[in-house]
């Protein structure tokens, strides 16, 4: 994590990450303020909150009350060494807590990971660099040696190389990537998260048998969605790009619709439009992009390849936002490479999905098959001697499919995890599932996946899907588990070189009666995405129409604009809301595709809290009292403001009863929400205070650094390419 420095007056700094901003003095001894705790204070805090931390999952995921559990830390100093110190840890268990709680309570304080990073003893590499910004740090702790050369099955270069090859891809761009965490829970299996330091929004996981092979797998995850534009969808870019030459790509093309808003000619083949356009109800409107709003524009398209005949066909870009998410793209050494990753996610998606939705029984792998990869079998071991049954399933389909299942059980909370992996290599496909069911967790992540269900309208909602394809935490049918497999077990294979894998998996798409659209991107290294409509999608098609993002749209200017709206703008604002039978409780980030500071009243504001507060700033309390109430029942804010609420409600109250009077209640009133709190409630009331807890902005976005910052990153990447097409 890159933490930034800001020097303040006199000794006071100011640390910024992230969304955070902490500031640290020094006492007045030592010619500070005492205006807030030491950096060494900080440090000292940073144990016992990590230890208090680990005692708050373990209990958790228990169902163990905290209540009676206390924990304190003193640091005993050598008398002849001051940087020689015990730090002491002691924790007061209610006499409720069994024995063996009270042990496991203890190794998990042991488990600390600010305790094993300072036991390790961390080194420190001191530098000036001409600007911090720019400076690219080392994605690994140590260089592979220059003469070392791992392939791996599927990558046509050493990973040593790929990885170099990638890493000034990405520090050329000036991006700045950090290894935010690594895990190797149990043996032959790794991940780990990557970020961009000065926009933690893209960010990306890696999984492999090595840290290398999963590093690689991060950094090719990274630059595949850079090159997709993944990390922006349904994101604003701001004014700027919007009326630039380009948004996307500047091989783009924009259509107008027509003037009775149907479709233009140009986008979308026959083919396609049966697809996504069966009724007639598609509209051109339903296709402006959400990332530039630019609706003067028209429809901004995509260029793909018909790989049946080579034929350019134009996919607007909201289609693809809209129902795709990630699926089907991918970097490689070269496009085969890349192509045979696509297609491998796009059948790993695709047949896990009527796996789970049908509720298909597969056929597990024969113990003499599993031997035959040792390391695979020391990972299954690995999570076995931990309490967690392994089922390894062939998802194949009896032969017509490369992918493979590995399903965990957890005893300890009855949840069960299915993770599939596809890869024309049988091998690759067991090891993909198996270290996707890993990527990020630790073990006590694996306390959250959800039980088994006999509800087949559960597992088969589209939502279900969508859960399994973010995450794979979906729910899935009891009946997976039935001894009665569906398929007999096939030892397949589709492996070859990356060009006959690519022939050979495009063929099993030909003979489903897909047809595939490729676009290729080589501005920065070689990536491309492959669409199969009728078959890739994450959402349902019906979403262009009624769940579409660009819905944006219709409030992003209002709501930034809301302090300069007048009463007549507010009004229109409040019944559009009121009309779109939108749900209360979608964020405003969600709503208008800007990022805010989830720190503030504008990062978790709801479309129901938007409400209230216009309500009240045109007066309508009546209108206003009704959907506090709601606030109050099931929001999730904040403490304080909560509290502002609960305020609200009984000043509302009181405000609409004829025989009572505000003065007969403000004394306590005050006692009881304290005098800020009603200053505030009475100003939002009275009109003295509007938007309470709102800081104004624009569609200029002034103020909203997280967004900027995710703007800067893209301008990173939209420089680039116009860069090269000027070449």
């Avoid at 000794?11 to 500031?23: G, H, N, T």
């Avoid at 709680?101 to 190794?107: M, S």
């Avoid at 924009?254 to 083949?269: C, E, S």
């Avoid at 996504?276 to 003067?296: A, M, V």
Wanted: charge should be negative.
């Amino acid at each position: 994590m890159e933490i930034k420095v800001n020097f303040l007056d006199n000794l006071r700094i100011e640390a910024k990450f992230d969304d955070f901003s902490v500031i640290a003095d020094q006492p007045i001894r030592y010619k500070g303020d005492g205006s807030a705790p030491s950096p060494f204070d900080y440090f000292l805090a940073s144990s016992a909150l990590c230890a208090a931390y680990f005692v708050k999952v373990y209990c958790n995921a228990r169902d163990i009350s905290t209540d009676g559990i206390r924990l304190s830390q003193n640091n005993i100093v050598d008398p002849e060494n001051r940087y020689n110190q015990v730090f002491q840890i002691q924790v007061e268990l209610p006499e409720n807590i069994s024995e063996k709680d009270r042990e496991g309570i203890l190794r998990s304080i042991d488990r600390c990971t600010v305790k094993k990073v300072v036991q390790t003893g961390p080194e420190f590499k001191i530098d000036t660099v001409e600007n911090l910004d720019e400076d690219a740090q080392a994605m690994l702790m140590t260089s592979p040696n220059d003469s070392s050369s791992t392939f791996i099955e599927g990558k046509d270069l050493p990973l040593e190389q790929t990885i170099a090859d990638m890493t000034g891809i990405l520090a050329e761009l000036g991006m700045k990537i950090e290894i935010s965490s690594w895990r190797n829970i149990v043996p032959n299996v790794w991940s780990l998260h990557i970020r961009d330091a000065a926009s933690p929004m893209c960010f990306t996981n890696g999984k492999g048998s090595t840290k290398e092979s999963a590093l690689c797998s991060a950094l090719g995850e990274f630059i595949e969605r850079l090159n997709c534009n993944f990390f922006y969808n349904d994101q604003f870019l701001g004014q700027e790009i919007a009326n630039s030459d380009f948004v996307h790509y500047p091989n783009e093309k924009w259509f107008k619709p027509d003037a009775d808003d149907a479709l233009p000619a140009g986008i979308l083949d026959e083919y396609c439009r049966e697809i996504y356009d069966p009724e007639g109800e598609l509209r051109g409107s339903h296709l402006i992009d959400t990332n530039s709003g630019n609706t003067q524009r028209g429809i901004c398209s995509i260029p793909y390849v018909r790989q049946s005949d080579g034929e350019t066909v134009y996919f607007p870009s909201n289609l693809i936002e809209n129902l795709f998410l990630s699926n089907g793209m991918s970097a490689g050494n070269n496009f085969d490479e890349a192509k045979v990753q696509c297609l491998s996610e796009i059948f790993e998606r695709a047949v896990k999905r009527q796996i789970i939705e049908q509720e298909i029984v597969l056929p597990d792998v024969p113990q003499s098959v599993l031997d035959k990869y040792p390391s695979i079998v020391a990972g299954i071991k690995g999570l076995e001697i931990q309490g967690f049954p392994i089922m390894v399933k062939d998802a194949s389909l009896g032969g017509q499919f490369p992918v493979m299942c590995v399903t965990l059980m957890n005893p300890k909370t009855g949840g069960v995890f299915a993770s599939f992996g596809a890869h024309p290599s049988f091998e690759v496909a067991i090891e993909r599932s198996l270290t996707e069911l890993l990527q990020g967790r630790s073990f006590e992540g694996l306390n959250d996946v959800p039980k088994p269900t006999f509800n087949s309208l559960a597992v088969s909602e589209p939502e279900n899907f969508v859960e399994h394809f973010i995450d794979s935490t979906g729910v899935i049918s009891w009946r997976f588990f039935s001894a009665k497999h569906d398929y007999d077990f096939c030892e397949w294979d589709f492996s070859g070189t990356n060009d006959q894998e690519c022939d050979t998996l495009f063929g099993i798409l030909k003979d489903l009666g897909k047809e595939c659209y490729v676009a290729e991107f080589s501005d920065l290294g070689t990536a491309c995405r492959i669409l199969v409509p009728d078959y890739s999608e994450v959402y349902p098609v019906e979403d262009l129409i009624w769940d579409n993002t660009n819905k944006a749209l219709q409030y992003r200017e209002d709501i930034l604009n809301l302090h300069a709206l007048d009463d007549e703008q507010l009004v229109n604002l409040v019944e559009r809301l009121e009309q779109s039978q939108l749900d209360n409780y979608i964020d405003i980030i969600t709503l208008i595709g800007v990022e805010f500071d989830e720190n503030t009243v504008w990062g978790q504001l709801t479309i129901l809290e938007l409400k209230i507060l216009i309500y009240l700033a045109l007066g309508e309390l009546e209108e206003a009292i009704e959907l506090v109430e709601s606030f109050l029942q099931f929001n999730d804010n904040t403490v304080e403001r909560g509290l502002f609420y609960q305020a609200m409600q009984v000043v509302l109250e009181v405000a609409l009863d004829e025989a009572l009077q505000i003065e007969d209640y403000i004394v306590n009133f005050e006692r009881m929400f304290g005098k800020e709190v009603m200053a505030n409630v009475i100003g939002s009331i009275n009109g003295d205070v509007k938007f309470y807890g709102l800081t104004p902005t624009n569609m200029n976005l002034d103020g909203l650094d997280k967004h900027q910052r995710l703007i800067d990153s893209y301008k990173k990447l939209h420089k680039a390419r116009a860069d090269k097409a000027a070449l």
